[in-house]
């Protein structure tokens, strides 16, 4: 089999692609819900509910183990790689958004003072995750990858 076709056909990438790619959706749907406002740019950002990323490592992490087995050394990796992503999503990724919003008010305290010539732009705050934003994720992915592997 060619590399192109054994891309297009490697169903544990193309599981946890999907489960992303649905959760961005599921965020901008729920924007749209809570807020009544019509924000397709969410599509692209990271923070918010629910985490993609979660979504995104929790189903391959599911796809190998409904392959491979919880004893495999694959699921080990990935699952290993898995946790480290959530850990840094709800620790260093959220620390950074906090800082950020603690930084943007620090600047519109200066600018009040400054005022001429004082512009910088703001920060990002939307940056990492709220615990039950993960959680979400995870379920998005686990549900992806069963409907994948199993039900498919």
């Given at each position: 089999?060619?590399?192109?076709?054994?891309?297009?056909?490697?169903?544990?990438?193309?599981?946890?692609?999907?489960?992303?790619?649905?959760?961005?959706?599921?965020?901008?749907?729920?924007?749209?819900?809570?807020?009544?406002?019509?924000?397709?740019?969410?599509?692209?950002?990271?923070?918010?509910?629910?985490?993609?990323?979660?979504?995104?490592?929790?189903?391959?992490?599911?796809?190998?183990?409904?392959?491979?087995?919880?004893g495999s050394p694959l699921f080990a990796?990935?699952?290993?790689?898995?946790?480290?992503?959530?850990?840094?999503?709800?620790?260093?990724?959220?620390?950074?958004?906090?800082?950020?919003?603690?930084?943007?008010?620090?600047?519109?305290?200066?600018?009040?003072?400054?005022?001429?010539?004082?512009?910088?732009?703001?920060?990002?705050?939307?940056?990492?995750?709220?615990?039950?934003?993960?959680?979400?994720?995870?379920?998005?992915?686990?549900?992806?990858?069963?409907?994948?592997?199993?039900?498919?």
């Open positions: 089999m060619n590399s192109f076709a054994e891309l297009l056909s490697n169903r544990w990438l193309w599981t946890a692609v999907l489960s992303s790619t649905g959760a961005q959706v599921i965020k901008v749907m729920l924007i749209l819900m809570f807020e009544g406002r019509w924000r397709p740019e969410k599509f692209l950002e990271t923070g918010g509910m629910p985490s993609s990323h979660s979504a995104m490592v929790s189903a391959l992490a599911t796809g190998v183990a409904l392959t491979e087995g919880l990796a990935a699952s290993t790689f898995a946790l480290i992503v959530m850990y840094d999503a709800t620790g260093v990724r959220h620390s950074s958004g906090q800082q950020a919003r603690l930084i943007n008010e620090l600047v519109e305290e200066l600018r009040a003072v400054v005022r001429e010539g004082f512009a910088p732009k703001p920060l990002r705050v939307l940056l990492g995750h709220t615990y039950l934003e993960v959680l979400v994720g995870i379920i998005i992915g686990v549900l992806a990858a069963f409907l994948s592997f199993r039900w498919l």
